[in-house]
Nanobody, 123 residues
Framework: QLQLVESGGGLVQPGGSLRLSCAAS????????IGWFRQAPGKAREGVSC????????WFADSVKDRFTISRHNAKNTVYLQMNSLKPEDTAVYYC????????????????RGQGTQVTVSS
């Protein structure tokens, strides 16, 4: 059974940092493009950052460029999202996903996704 479980969300003040983790089980992330998506109340899901499986090419939404970093640790079968300089508009449920599509962030094609972790940025 393919499973992704996120952790690391929480409440943080504007300007703060959080690191989200996503542990996979039942399959090897090494062979999949991986990514993070978010959805705020009343808004559509949006791709935040993705990384290809072929050459680790990364993609970032304009709104998070230079603030967020995506990485993967294949031996731990885990994906990370380092979020710095957080803003209130980053508040959302964040979830990780895996895809056979190398353009998963653009096309939104997901083979598996987690249940999500809440990130709230507020003073």
């Amino acid at each position: 059974q393919l499973q992704l479980v996120e952790s690391g969300g929480g409440l943080v003040q504007p300007g703060g940092s959080l690191r989200l983790s996503c542990a996979a089980s039942g399959f090897s992330l090494e062979h999949y493009a991986i990514g993070w998506f978010r959805q705020a109340p009343g808004k559509a899901r949006e791709g935040v950052s993705c990384m290809s499986s072929r050459d680790s090419t990364t993609w970032f939404a304009d709104s998070v460029k230079d603030r967020f970093t995506i990485s993967r640790h294949n031996a731990k079968n885990t994906v990370y999202l380092q979020m710095n300089s957080l803003k209130p508009e980053d508040t959302a449920v964040y979830y990780c996903a895996a895809s056979t599509s190398q353009a998963m962030c653009v096309l939104g094609v997901l083979n598996s996704r987690g249940q999500g972790t809440q990130v709230t940025v507020s003073s």
